[in-house]
């Protein structure tokens, strides 16, 4: 896809972890402003996978890159601050079910 009259180079394209976590910060700081349609319910499930997916090129097209060295190093410090998010967060998913698993046994014992 050309916009803008930019052909997106094969290097540029790829997964971003900063688009996938932080979606619409990270549209509005590469001003890509389709990641805002992540503010719809339900449907944000899907579109931030393609957000994932497509926010190299997106922030390619719309940026005022010099060159593809340039661009990977903005966006390897998305990429490596949305990867410790996602971490994170399933670290904290975790957590809650065994939490939420250890509360149901407790109760279950107590015989309430």
Excluded: H
């Amino acid at each position: 896809m050309e916009e803008n009259g930019k052909i997106v180079p094969a290097e540029v394209k790829g997964w971003n972890w900063g688009a996938f976590m932080f979606n619409i910060i990270w549209g509005i700081g590469n001003k890509s402003y389709l990641p805002l349609l992540c503010l719809i319910p339900v449907f944000n499930l899907i579109w931030m996978f393609v957000v994932g997916f497509k926010g190299n090129e997106w922030a390619w097209q719309k940026g005022n890159y010099q060159d593809v060295a340039t661009f990977k190093a903005v966006q390897s410090t998305w990429n490596r601050a949305g990867f410790v998010a996602f971490i994170l967060t399933i670290i904290l998913f975790i957590i809650y079910f065994l939490f939420a698993i250890l509360v149901a046994m407790l109760i279950s014992q107590s015989g309430y």
